[in-house]
């Protein structure tokens, strides 16, 4: 235990720590802690962001450890009541996962495939559409280190990583030597594709501005002067970028040595979606006739790539998929949560560590509020504020150890820098699960 | 929960212990074959059936980063092949790349209970333990590609071997591998540093390295041996799938100077005629080879026809299949470690070069003269899935059966091989060396593969058909560790298997060595690379070094 008995500051240093704010899971985090106050006051080696997530992350534990209607009750109780409202549901959904470890996801999956229920991560409002494009067409892909090492070509194209990732280009990307980039920053090229200039744009060699929602078009002109082809004038009209400009862009792209596109919600959430992911995939294998390319989404969250890959390994599908007939089915549009919830389909809700009050479209929040909702979250957001029954649970990476994926696949492992009072979302999970089980067994012996 | 039981009136299958279908009791107490169980232990009447040890599969992708991108990116894979639950077990997705829960009861169904998942990069040893974990059923393991690591180019570079063989054992340990892996060697660098380009030689020099593949391959032997792994370097040779490469092979098994290696899905690896020409059999001379070399084991890959999935390190390889149909496909880069491609493949009986293929992977089971080192494998899912593994066992017992088949395939290419001359049928025997003890004693597990006592009770029995195919789809009776779990052809339980992993001993000085080349090269800490004891339960199995 932490107990401090001789007055002096109990300090902690953690060191090769993870942050896991966004999908850039920066293993290299030096955390100071102090162990009587359960704050982080120092984090060597991180952004903003990330400093702002571990030092606004405090411990209140006057906070209920579960509550039901807002009323506190007992941990045990609580799991009776969402154990009776999932088991007694038709169209139980589970959704979020993707700020949890991946030992907590595989016990969600385990969970959904035991009450047959729907299950979505938060990828289906985010970079779902980038997982389709790679089922239509493949991907040809890396990992970072691979970037640092050998890319003297980088686009960031629909996205905007100075602001949302920002050390995806400081220590990752753009600024780092490498193994055959040995002068950092100065042997490698950087393209900013985006509607508007940002932070991105000012570290770019070349920012290109196009006109919303004609992404795929831009690309697909790409395309075809990578496969040797002529554009017609109306592509200026179309994208807002002159014939010139396209031209030299697909002479840049084709001529580097090794070249990597980046993308955002710029595309995968914009007019044409999939179609947009799957024509930038597209473009990145056409272009390996050239030379080698590589695509990489910059994915948000610490573990949504955890998310789509245990449910991948475990479904074969990677993210809206419904258990109903006793095995899984993928269907996005059908089996996404935003979509059902709209239709007003589903009559029991469980929210792993995501906060779908403040970010779904109105129908689906209003359906929401409509059924019992189970949430669990470290932190009161206004789906646990609402949820008929509301787990406090402690901060993954800060608290729980266990394992997230990084935006590119890779696993890396947590290193809590303190202790909090309240049970990780696995140690709730699995009571819960062993009490659907009882449950079920008593419903299926009286049938 | 494991179980005392005695299995009376089978016929047994027992090559490791010289028992060639005598109908004889199995006893099992404690998890394992015991002499004797009390009389009034419970029995199961094996009468009219066969008893085998469980499976072994030396070699199938069944997990970790590229199986699941495989798995991720082919819905229409799954749509049509459900897998459902049960009241004892989880549900999943089939198709030719299953999900994790649904391979190991889909392989269990076939009566195996260790299968080994060839090929991941280090940095994704997490990944692939995890899905390890959740693969049901299983005893299982993998092999950690090496072939194209760049620190340890480096250090050959610099001829530093002592510094070579530490840093092998190193990485054994940091990514609880079973064996290690090579996949093309030398090949990433040109694939990622020299725009797509492939090894052709490996008496070529490396892009970027002063070294040849051959280097890689002899040192990585070497190491394998020096530090008595329990299973040699398991090698995916160069110019897999070229015309002309049996020769490359040849040189490959040559490099080991006689110690211990092992040549994977050796099949594609068997061609002969002009390289960018139509390939011819070269069964006969990698046969020949290996009758007379008996340092080198292998197993087939033979190729099945129908719906299959090409998943390689061989990111090369891959890019070339893209080029014969222009499906979806997929290339990951490993920083440091390793390349990949992935791409659906279909073997056609009417093409030239699937049919000799197909011919070629019998012609070497049939020329084999000892099957304990020419093993079954489909390269799981590259030849085919394993659920065709029936199917290609009544091919090698049913000659009537082959011949059948070879009739409906491309004439030229069955003019081309020496299939139709061979006439020789497996026995059960062979078929469980092939399958179980076989695999088991090249992988060097002492206690898999057969039925002796102190074996682990991992069990099959199979209802006796004279449609071997039929036979070996469903076994009636299985038991993994002395637990019975297929009683009359349905699951009554869900046992967790072991991994596998190996720890040989190294010098910790080493640490100071790879730390900076981490520092500089990788996208990851030092410190957070090893897989942590407490990431996941693991088997050790002792390793041999050389004193």
Known sequence: MDNNISGEPNIKVVKNATCTFCGCVCDDMELTVDLDQKRITKAKNACVLGKAWFFEHSVDESRPLARIDGKEVSLDDAIEEAAQILVNARFPIIYGMSNSTSEAQRETVKMADLLSANIDSTSSVCHGPTGMGLQGVGEPTTTLGEVKNRADMIVYWGCNPSDCHPRLSTHFTVMPKGMYIPNGRKDRTVINVDVRATATSQLSDLFIQTKPGSDFELLWALRILTRGGRLNSTIEEQTGVTIAVIEDLANRLRSCNYGILFFGMGLSMTRGRHYNTSALHMLATDLNEHTHFVVKPARGHGNVTGADTVLSWQTGYPFGINFNRGYPRHEPGEFTTTDILTRGEADAACIIASDPIANFAKPAIDHLKKIPVISFDPKPTPTSEMARVAFTTSCYGINTPGTVYRMDDIPIPLRPAFESPFPSDQEILIPLIKRIRELKSVSSAAA | MSTTLRIVNGKVYDPINNVDGAVQDVCIQGGKIVESVPGDAPKIDAHGMVVMPGGVDIHSHIAGPKVNLARKFQPEDHRYDPHPGTPFTRSGAGGIVPSTFATGYRFATLGYTTVMEAAVPPLSARHVLEELEDTAILDKGYYVLMGNNSFLHRMLEKGRMEEFREAVAWWLNASKAYTIKLVNPGADEQWKGDKNSNITDIDQKIHSFDITPRKVIKALIDAANDLGLPHPAHIHCNNLGHSGNYKTTLETMRTAEGRKAHITHIQFNSYGGEPGKNPISAAKEISDFINDNPNISADV????????????????????????????????????????????????????????????????????????????????????????????????????????????????????????????????????????????????????????????????????????????????????????????????ADPVGRILQVAPEYDKKIEDEIRPFFDNYYSVQFDNYPVFDTHVETEVVPTYPLQ
Request: net charge negative; charged share 25%; glycine share 8%.
């Open chain 2, 301 to 492: 890959g033979q190729v099945m026809f129908g719906e299959s999935v090409s998943m390689t390190a061989d990111a090369p390889l891959s890019w070339m299949l893209r080029h014969v149909k222009e499906r979806k496909w997929i290339n990951c880069d490993t920083e440091c470690e390793s390349g990949c491609g992935i791409i659906p493949f279909e073997y056609q009986q009417h093409i030239y070069t699937h049919a000799l293929q197909w011919a070629i992977g019998l012609e070497l089971f049939l020329m084999a003269k000892d099957p304990w080192r020419m093993v079954l494998s489909t390269d799981h899912p590259n030849g085919g899935s394993f659920m065709n593994y029936p199917k290609l066992i009544r091919l090698l017992m049913d000659r009537d059966f082959r011949k059948q088949e070879a009739a409906g395939l491309n004439q030229k290419a069955m003019a081309k091989t020496s299939l139709l001359d061979l006439d020789k049928e497996f026995s059960f025997s062979e078929i469980a060396i092939v399958t179980r003890a076989g695999p088991a004693k090249l992988l060097g597990l002492k206690d898999k593969g057969h039925l002796g006592v102190g074996a682990d009770a991992d069990v099959t029995i199979y209802d006796e058909q004279e449609n071997r195919e039929e036979m070996f789809k469903t076994a009636r009776y299985v038991l993994k560790d002395g637990q019975l779990f297929i009683k009359n052809h349905e699951f009554c």
